[in-house]
């Protein structure tokens, strides 16, 4: 007898409309889920249990991008060549630019058709990307963990720093945290990396930002961790006074392996493209370093794009599968995956909830405040800049465009000083 209901004794839940449909599926796809883990997440988190058939079904219906069913070589070359033209460093090979397209465009590209059209418009790129032979590698172990948030390490990246620019009295600091299960937990761009109150408030900053600390801290020593260790330390003791673990942990930098090498993915990403735009300001004839009004606008404008690449790089790192290795006891899958569900990997959750309120509790006992030690450029100058980026459009913070964006507010600054 047929079922006219169509339910076939059978509960699939309630279905999501159709604009949450299509954006969760949309979602799956970015993530690049499989299967198994797009229909538990459904049932899961919408209360929606259907079977494989449904969900090819739906896939169909709502144009969800799939690397089985690439776009055409034309539509790809198109995409490609305009990741290629910002790659100035020529680092990103076919796996990292099927990725950063689908973050970017939302289009799924075929790993074969990332290569063939890549090594079409670059025939070179491969054999610039092999890594350097005759190194003689630093002896490495294990990473092993109990759970997410056991361990976090920080460190400091000085690459586009004053000294490695040679700009004159310019220059970026970044700092970073990464958790030793492998998520990039919080970065960001910096006046100063070296300064122990800036490090201060980016650790407050992370905390704000995840809400919860980890069990133990661990950085390089330095001068510049300081009021960050005493802040963690205090932390952990009022949360989990019966730990017996150091709240805190002091390596060499080059022990400080989960901190060096998401420094390493960023150089391989975004940060040694970065370098090469921000050294076109020694012979581009538009900046000047002995006027101040050029080094305002340069660090004002330049921040910016800079915080806007490492957001791009944190979010490709997360949603990004590791490459397997025999020997890794860590799991391999997108550390987002890895975080949004620890227990299928045979982690736990050990991070420690701490509360807004704690966190500005901590943050105004600090002898200088966040938005001082985060000053860039002068308020007023502050003021005038973003007034003059919105007016000639608030153009995309893409490396690229940098020096463009920098040509069109220059001499509405300088006239505005005069």
């Known amino acids: 007898m047929v079922n006219k209901e169509g339910a076939n004794g059978v509960d699939n839940g309630t279905r999501p409309s159709d604009d949450v449909l299509r954006s969760v599926l949309h979602d799956f796809a970015r993530r690049r889920l499989s299967v198994d883990k797009r229909l538990a997440e459904l049932a899961s988190k919408h209360g929606y249990s259907i079977k494989k058939s449904k969900l090819a079904e739906l896939n169909k219906e709502f144009q969800v991008p799939s690397p089985r069913k690439p776009v055409a070589d034309g539509v790809a070359t198109a995409l490609i060549a305009e990741h290629l033209e910002q790659d100035i460093g020529r680092r990103h090979g076919p796996a990292r630019v099927q990725q950063k397209v689908l973050l970017k465009h939302g289009v799924a590209l075929s790993r074969y058709q990332c290569r063939k059209i890549q090594h079409k418009l670059d025939p070179d790129g491969a054999e610039a990307r092999f890594p350097h032979k005759g190194r003689r590698e630093k002896k490495r172990g294990q990473l092993t963990a109990v759970g997410i948030m056991q361990e976090v390490h920080c460190d400091g990246h000085e690459k586009l720093g004053g000294i490695a620019l040679r700009l004159g009295d310019v220059g970026f600091g970044i700092y970073g945290f990464h958790c030793h299960t492998g998520k990039v937990l919080h970065v960001d761009v910096v006046p100063n990396d070296r300064n122990p109150l800036t490090v201060a408030h980016c650790y407050l900053d992370f905390v704000r930002e995840t809400g919860e600390i980890s069990l133990q801290l661990t950085f390089d020593g330095g001068t510049e961790t300081g009021y960050m260790a005493a802040i963690q330390t205090e932390l952990r003791c009022n949360e989990l006074s019966e730990l017996d673990r150091p709240a805190t942990r002091s390596l060499k930098s080059t022990d400080n392996i989960p901190a060096e090498s998401m420094w390493s993915y960023w150089l391989e990403d975004e940060g040694a493209n970065l370098k090469t ?142």
């Open 277 to 418: 735009v921000l050294l076109q300001g020694h012979d581009n004839g538009l900046f000047a370093p002995g006027n101040p009004l050029h080094v305002h606008l340069f660090q004002w404008l330049w921040s910016r794009i800079i915080r806007n690449h490492l957001l791009q790089f944190k979010d490709y790192f997360n949603s990004t599968r590791r490459r397997s290795q025999k020997n890794k006891l860590l799991p391999t899958d997108a550390p987002n995956e890895v975080f949004a569900a620890p227990e299928e990997y045979g982690l736990e959750k050990l991070g420690i909830g701490i509360p807004r309120e704690v966190v500005e509790q901590f943050r105004a006992r600090l002898p200088l405040s966040r938005e001082h030690v985060m000053r860039w450029v002068p308020d007023e100058f502050d003021e005038i800049a973003q007034y003059y980026y919105e007016e000639i459009g608030s153009p995309q913070l893409e490396h690229t465009f940098g020096w463009e964006i920098y040509r069109q507010m220059l001499p509405l600054i300088l006239e505005a000083y005069m």
